[in-house]
């Protein structure tokens, strides 16, 4: 009797939900889903409403597809045994690893924080899991009045969360490294009006960094790198994400268009992974939907190598991202990092963003329709 291929995927976030979603119906195939020791996975694009709206934290969980699934922290990898060793002391072998282990927040530089104790450093959080968005709810609501916030960052999570508190009330003071914050989330024609709006509604330092944070159990007292003195009741770390990687790759895996990493039979999608293609720089990808379609193209990819299917070819980023912003739509499809932006020439704010005479991404503001539709011709091929 001939044994199925196994196909063993790490993490149950969305790439690897994917990844397993688009290999369950397979009848050739023996498919292992491998989660977090005590964690039930749940969507992390709702974080934000559960912190700073009315979301539930219930709305979380994550339906997993019918495959094998291992509660067991993954502690690394064996490529050349083609085994997974995990904190149980058990050991899975595969014929083909999808590794989607996802990311972890950045957080403050070591030596910045001043003071803190198990009682006050609540007062300080990033907004990457469950947990933590419980928490900052807890925080905006225990005094009774509108919280003094202080957000470190300027990507997508800081002006999202920007937006949300100052409609809610309470009043918010953004801080970013950059002059122009989120150039590199929406690229540099959106992020400048996105950078005016923050500047007419909340409080803003921009090119400005946290030097010092002293935490009591009244609140917390910021310091900026040129002795500017802040007060809040806590502060939000919105400074991105790094990538989380079982061992042997400790900075994130490698992988090349097709989402191949170097170990034979060895693939990486989300948030963990870095991908290699030669329209654009290195870059890693980590939002929800574009991690789902690297997990269900990584998963083709595998079958693919096991001589079980076509080859999806080259993965190229084409999913779409949307964010209210101090009441505007702020839209996105593809790629846009260290790509040419260009204004369109049409009624509406749309930037088409090129990359090596290649156009990977279109942002663009109050015009969703326009920019899901141009987006789905990315890369000269529909979507």
């Known amino acids: 009797m001939t044994t199925s291929p196994h196909i063993l995927i790490l993490g149950a976030g969305a790439a690897g939900a994917a990844a397993a979603r688009g290999l369950a119906a397979r009848n050739d195939v023996r498919v292992t889903l491998v989660t977090q020791t005590g964690e039930a996975p749940y969507t992390r694009m709702l974080i934000s409403g559960v ?13 997993l597809p019918q495959v094998e699934v291992v509660a067991d922290t993954v502690v690394d990898v064996h490529p050349s045994a083609r085994t997974v060793q995990l904190t149980t002391g ?6 083909a690893l999808i590794v989607a282990t996802g990311s972890r927040p950045r957080t403050l530089p070591a030596g910045v924080m001043r003071g803190a104790t198990t009682s006050t450093g609540s007062r300080v959080s990033t907004m990457h899991s469950l947990a933590d968005a419980v928490r900052i709810r807890e925080l905006l609501t225990r005094g009774g009045r509108p919280a003094r916030v202080a957000i470190y960052g300027g990507g997508l999570i800081a002006a999202e969360a920007a937006s949300l508190l100052h409609a809610a009330g309470h009043q918010v003071a953004v801080i970013s490294r950059s002059h122009t914050p989120g150039v590199g989330a929406f690229g540099a024609l959106v992020a400048e009006r996105i950078a005016a709006d923050h500047a007419a509604t909340v409080h803003t330092h921009f090119g400005r960094t946290v030097q010092y944070v002293d935490l009591s159990e009244f609140g917390v007292g910021i310091t900026l790198d040129d002795g500017t003195p802040l007060v809040a009741d806590f502060l939000l770390v919105a400074l991105g994400t790094i990538a989380a990687a079982p061992a042997p790759w400790t900075a994130g895996v490698d992988v090349d268009e097709r989402l191949r990493a170097e170990p034979d039979r060895v693939y990486a999608a989300g948030g963990v992974a870095t991908l290699h293609h030669e329209s654009f720089d290195p870059r890693r990808i980590d939002h929800w939907e574009d991690a789902a379609a690297q997990g269900a193209h990584a998963a083709k990819a595998a079958v693919s190598e096991l001589g079980l299917g076509e ?38 704010f749309v930037v088409r963003h090129e990359a090596g005479g290649t156009v990977t991404g279109v942002t663009g503001i109050d015009a969703v329709g326009t920019v899901y539709r141009w987006g789905s011709q990315l890369h000269g091929s529909p979507a």
Not at 319 to 325: F, G, L, T
């Open 90 to 95: 058990a050991r899975l072998p595969y014929d």
């Open 51 to 63: 912190a700073l709206g009315p979301t539930p934290p219930d709305l979380f969980a994550l339906p």
């Open 311 to 348: 080859d999806p070819g080259s993965y190229l980023p084409r999913s779409p991202y949307m964010a209210m912003i101090h009441g505007r739509m702020v839209s996105g499809v593809g790629y846009i990092g260290g790509a040419e932006s260009h204004l369109e020439d049409t009624d509406e």
